[in-house]
């Protein structure tokens, strides 16, 4: 099957991992995803239908405005990439803009603009919910017509919703499987998080998610597949998971030394994985300290 790109730039994205997950994904007819970033993932399999979810409002906001407005949604994002939108100036002003409004399909326009004329496709907002992300200063930002048109064919198949992660997991029933890719758990005890959306993605966490999924694959028999950084800590919370690592060659940081491969891992969970599973987040903590 043809690979398809999302429509949006997004760090940590899937496309180049699509093989690997894929092949691990298990089958069925309803696909969930509580952290759906991108989509790359919704974008290249095929289950019958999807519910997809992100606690970041306008991203979600977006998506639904793509499935239900294509043509218009295409026809209007289009102006905002001309040459004089692609000066630090006019960024700054779109930016405050986008800050100051709150019309969802303005937003929405504003959203895509700022993701492929923005530094390196960030999505970051501040504490007060600011989004902050500088200028990218590119020669000529692509304007994905294309893939814009695919996702919302796409679309037809998907219900986008913004809920927490663990009122997700509720919604899921037999015959479902859970893709998971969370806020990556830091490299180190030292690494900070990167806000994509306000309110983080913390320890605690990561914790309340390995739990979520050993519950749902023992107690209602859902799989779930869930990727992450492959560090002492994320093999503690996920134990007894049917775990394979991969080396994924990306950047780390914005220091020239901090560019390196990263390992990886997808944890998979299903009906047969033992509830000692769970590791508490103190001994975790404790393992890693070590």
């Known amino acids: 099957m043809k690979k398809n790109?999302?429509?949006?730039?997004?760090a940590g994205g899937k496309y180049s991992l699509i093989e690997p997950i894929t092949a691990r994904l298990p089958q069925g007819k309803k696909l969930i995803e509580p952290f759906v970033g991108a989509g790359s993932v919704f974008l290249n399999t095929d289950y019958d239908s999807y519910l997809l979810n992100d606690i970041n409002q306008d991203l979600i906001t977006l998506y639904q405005f793509v499935k239900r407005r294509p043509k218009t949604f295409i026809q209007d994002a289009r102006k905002l990439f001309v040459d004089r939108n692609n000066q630090a100036d006019a960024y700054y002003a779109l930016r405050a803009a986008f800050n100051a409004s709150s019309d969802p399909y303005f937003r929405s326009l504003l959203f895509l603009y700022?993701?492929?004329?923005?530094?390196?496709?960030?999505?970051?907002?501040?504490?007060?919910?600011?989004?902050?992300?500088?200028?990218?200063?590119?020669?000529?930002?692509?304007?994905?017509?294309?893939?814009l048109e695919h996702f919302a064919e796409k679309a037809r198949k998907a219900k986008f919703i913004c809920r927490p992660f663990e009122q997700v997991f509720r919604r899921a029933r037999q015959g479902d499987v859970i893709y998971c890719d969370p806020p990556y758990a830091p490299l180190d005890q030292t690494s900070n998080f990167t806000s994509y959306a306000t309110g983080g993605f913390g320890l605690t966490d990561q914790d309340e998610l390995a739990r979520r999924a050993v519950q749902v694959a023992k107690k209602r028999h859902i799989p779930v597949l869930i990727s992450n950084h492959d560090t002492d800590l994320t093999r503690a919370l996920y134990k007894h998971a049917d775990i394979?690592?991969?080396?994924?060659?990306?950047?780390?940081?914005?220091?020239?030394?901090?560019?390196?491969?990263?390992?990886?891992?997808?944890?998979?969970?299903?009906?047969?994985?033992?509830?000692?599973?769970?590791?508490?987040?103190?001994?975790?903590?404790?393992?890693?300290g070590t």
Not at 5 to 10: E, G, Q, S, Y
Not at 120 to 147: A, Q, T, W
Not at 251 to 271: F, H
């Open 5 to 10: 790109r999302a429509f949006l730039k997004w």
């Open 244 to 288: 394979s690592s991969l080396s994924v060659s990306r950047s780390i940081s914005q220091k020239g030394d901090g560019r390196k491969p990263v390992a990886e891992l997808l944890a998979l969970y299903d009906s047969e994985v033992n509830k000692s599973n769970v590791v508490s987040l103190s001994n975790s903590l404790k393992k890693v």
């Open 114 to 147: 700022m993701n492929r004329h923005g530094y390196n496709g960030l999505c970051r907002y501040n504490s007060k919910g600011i989004f902050n992300v500088p200028f990218g200063d590119y020669r000529k930002p692509y304007f994905p017509e294309k893939e």
